[in-house]
């Protein structure tokens, strides 16, 4: 007997749903209100950092300006993302909001370098800094960036796409209270080497940040396990349901945020309710570990192998693997009642 349950049978149809009371209607509106503010001060920006000669302050504008691609990005992939699953793409385009993701990581880990660069040249040789109009500017800059912070808070952060962007302007924030006080200690000072080692710890922060989205994207593409749930402690907890005698070809993956999803193979004891076992797992996945896709084959024991399986399965106190037969190229550890596993 097969039984094949998607995810969509039997209170599975929610898996697809947002986790969150913020609707993407609100997300955009939130996104977009922080692009129009960020774009307008970035603008203001550039000139008075070429006017003080600050790279500080430029520097700060043109991770303004990857803030307000990042922002761009994330509405076109929210868009994109809402679109209906069509023709090939049988998962929609859920994933453009990763792509962002990650195109955010990479242009804060591209931009770092280049700053990196200009910051050490500056280190050396250090340009004339006018230290007061640093000081206005990054503490308007604060309020700005504080302002934008707010904005994307309210918008859906366990979406790594509203997160990458959300990053970007965290980042950008504290690199402006770091050119405040370099702006502060030159006015006060005249060290004019303060500016360029501002840049350096908004560089500092460009790479986490970066390396952290590229690192969570990179996961998703790769079809990793959702972070926090451990595929082995998670098939060992399966076969040790009722009736259930082996579980194998068990994948777990993510979609997009927040949107998990398995398939596996389970045996059951020769007599056993596979429909009883299906909901069960189903029921013990969504519960426990909060996947609500889940695809489960559900066979008995011997129905795709001989009659020696059953015995193999059932005899003997480390049961050696089924025959080639059984399930031609499986995937991953098998997993069955006791401490063995093959």
Known sequence: ???????????????????????????????????????????????????????????????????AVSIVLALIAMRLAAKPARG?????????????????GLTLLLLSVWLGYESIVRLISPPAVTGGLVLVTALAGIVVNLICAWMLSKANRASLNVEGAYQHILTDLFGFIATAVSGLIVLTTGFARADAIASLVVVALMLKAGTGLVRESGRIFMEAAPAGIDPDALGDHLVAADEVVEVHDLHIWQITSGQSALSAHILVAPGGDCHKVRRSLQELLSAEYGITHATLQVDHVGEQGSADDVLRLTAGPAPAPLPAEHCEDTHGPVHRPGPHRH
């Open 1 to 67: 007997m097969t039984e094949h349950a998607h995810g969509h049978d039997e209170g599975t149809a929610h898996a697809h749903s947002h986790s969150h009371a913020v609707s993407p209607d609100a997300d955009r509106r939130w996104l977009r209100a922080a692009l129009i503010l960020l774009t307008a001060y970035m603008t203001v920006e550039v000139v008075i950092g070429f006017v003080a000669q600050s790279l500080a302050l430029i520097s700060d504008a043109a991770h303004m300006l990857t803030d």
């Open 88 to 104: 090939g793409y049988t998962y929609g385009l859920k994933r453009a909001e990763i792509l962002s993701a990650q195109a955010n």
